[in-house]
């Protein structure tokens, strides 16, 4: 199984950027998909999750109205459009695959992880 997220880089404060990952896990409908981040020095925070319908999704009150999580079914791809970013936005986000049955906003429902990808907000 491979996660493979790319789409980060570094950023001025109030830019953005879109993160998209590749799974490899099938079947892909079985899967809650979801966004973490983890800052230096910090514990790895969930930030958004999407059921794969696509119907019901979760976001983390610090990027609530910012980011936007998203799947594509067809192509195995889930992706984290991030507006408005500061600098508390820099750390290493990821891509992380859960089963269907979990809740998927918390880290131990996550069963499949990317290796990450940096993202760097500048003031």
């Known amino acids: 199984v491979q996660l493979q997220a790319c789409g980060g880089g570094s950023v001025q404060a109030g830019g953005f950027l879109r993160l998209s990952c590749t799974a490899s896990?099938?079947?892909?409908?079985?899967?809650?998909m979801g966004w973490f981040r983890q800052a230096p020095g910090k514990e790895r925070e969930v930030l958004a999750s999407?059921?794969?319908?696509?119907?019901?999704?979760y976001y983390a009150d610090s990027v609530k109205g910012r980011f936007t999580i998203s799947r594509d079914n067809a192509k195995t791809t889930v992706d984290l459009q991030m507006n408005s970013l500061e600098p508390v936005d820099t750390a290493i986000y990821y891509c992380?695959?859960?089963?269907?049955?979990?809740?998927?906003?918390?880290?131990?429902?996550?069963?499949?992880w990317g290796q990450g990808t940096q993202v760097t907000v500048s003031s």
């Open positions: 992380a695959a859960a089963y269907a049955a979990g809740g998927g906003r918390t880290e131990s429902d996550y069963v499949y």
């Open positions: 999407i059921t794969w319908s696509g119907g019901r999704s």
């Open positions: 896990v099938r079947p892909f409908r079985n899967y809650i």
